[in-house]
């Protein structure tokens, strides 16, 4: 079965930075695209960034220039570098993919970044 299990989410000051990993088993990572989406308290579960099985990247707007979503095939983990982090930052960061022979959805449990005030 596919897992995607998130580490790397804690508190941090504004401006400061984090790096999220995302570690996938039970599907053939390579050719899969992934993606990271975050879920604040209040507001709309937003796709931050994505990177396909090319290497290509997207990036939500509020988010390009400070972040950064890369892959290692080799260890099927894919991270999101978080740099210049700020108090809009604060949410549930969820690791996601689409994959196997009915496309399924599959989503990581979840790692809470806090960015202070």
């Known amino acids: 079965q596919v897992q995607l299990v998130e580490s790397g989410g804690g508190l941090v000051q504004p401006g400061g930075s984090l790096r999220l990993s995302c570690a996938a088993s039970?599907?053939?990572?390579?050719?899969?695209?992934m993606a990271w989406y975050r879920h604040a308290p209040g507001k709309q579960r937003e796709l931050v960034a994505n990177i396909t099985s090319g290497g290509s990247t997207g990036y939500a707007d509020s988010v390009k220039g400070r972040f950064t979503i890369s892959r290692d095939n080799a260890e099927k983990t894919v991270y999101l570098q978080m740099n210049s982090l700020n108090s809009e930052d604060t949410a549930v960061y969820y690791c996601?993919?689409?994959?196997?022979?009915?496309?399924?959805?599959?989503w990581g449990q979840g790692t809470q970044v806090t960015v202070s005030s």
């Open positions: 039970g599907m053939i990572f390579n050719i899969a695209t």
């Open positions: 996601y993919t689409k994959t196997g022979l009915s496309r399924k959805d599959y």
